[in-house]
């Protein structure tokens, strides 16, 4: 099963109930994926910053290790976002090499990336989402079927600097394609068939590819069922697949674009009377930006 | 009586979902009997809510004022139902007999399996609009998506505007009328000549679901009949 909540903000009045709104729509969406939750938040960017969300044993001293890069360091739970000098990147990644037992969930500008197991009111609150504040934000409740519950399991999963991806429904060529990315240098965490899909578009955006033509390539390489939606650092994108069993359903107002599996998650979204509903089609690139 | 439910002056009973639960408003319409007075229903604040008025069996009418989730008005049985707003997968699904409006767009799988009934359909259905159908009548104003009326059995799907990919697909019988464009036909279906009895079904259907069109702006569609019976030429294929 599995649920997905997307939202998009065009009235920037809106950002600092971005995360209370997501919050909203992932517990609704509980039903749908009680496993695991997760969701990306893009917040803020500050100049020559960048931002490293890391997931660290409990015990690590993470105060200690944001200092040595001269970070700023926000903790939340299991995860702490380090905010650093864009030349101290390199660095910081070094020293990430050589410590396995430090996972890092997402880099980027603006990209915040959380995920755990439980419910995700629980996962929620764990990281506080409620009080988090962003242009757009991704998020995925998940009921597993291709792999088992962790953390490392669950969505959403990062394909890059800045970008995202969750997904509903199980691809069946994932192996096949994932033994043939590997070869092409993308690492695997997990057997997640997501994970596949999400370094699919890593590798096509690293051969040069931009965002909508990998994913209507994807649309020819990737088998199954699916619905995807990706975050980037200026907006989110939506595809299904051609058969489209998955359920998607989207509203569009002058103040926001959202995703939602279904309608019951975006009951409570401000104007959501007026807005604008239709379902997605099949087998079609959407995509939502605004200026950076 | 709950404090959700409120008779008003029209006589109509309000049910308010955001009062009572779900499984409190399916119990009193399915437990109505035959002769009941209670026959006008109005539900409030659906907010998307699954089953919504499913399983009813006596001729009362239900507005389900909003908009509904999965399978609303699934396995009616004679009555009334309205959506106003947008319905999810399976609407009525397994109608037996009845009527169903959905005043808005709905989602996959409308009027899957339904043995009898009109389901009326304002705006857009999208893929698998009919499947399995086994009597029912549909009526799309807008578009319907891909494999509508899939391996159909019997029933009229009439369809406004354009139909999607692979439209009556592995068909077996059940009259496809369409007025705009077919993007494919699926495997089995072929267009027919309409004769004065489809024309009457067609223009009854449109009467009845007030759409202003003439039978002769219709195409229709139905069954080559190749797929019936095992060809041996075939069984290399499998």
Redesign the interface.
Known sequence: MCGIAGLFLKNSALEPQLGALMSQMLNVLTERGPDSAGFAIYGAAAPGQVKFTLRAPAGFDMAGFAARFGASLSVHDDHAVLSLAQEKAAELRNALAKMPEIIVVSVGNRIELFKGIGLPEEVGARFGLAGMAGSHAVGHTRMATESAVTTEGAHPFSTGADQCLVHNGSLSNHNDVRRRLMREGINFATQNDTEVAAGYLSYKLREGAKLDAALTQALEDLDGFYNFVVGTETGFGVLRD????K?A?MAETDDYVAFAS???A??DLPGIEAAH???P??GRVYFWERAA | MSSALEKTMEDTIMFDLAAAPLRELNEKLQTLPGGTNQTAWRIANPRGAHALAVGITTPVQVLIDGHAGYYAAGMNDGAAITINGNAATGVAENMMSGRVHVKGDASQSAGATAHGGLLIIDGNASARCGISMKGIDIVVKGNVGHMSAFMAQSGNLVVCGDAGDALGDSLYEARLFVKGSVKSLGADCEKKQMGAEDAAILSDLLQRAGVAAKPEEFTLYGSARTLYHFHVDNAGAY
């Open positions: 051609p058969v489209s069993c359920p359903v279904e309608y019951r975006l009951a509903l239709f379902e089609e099949p």
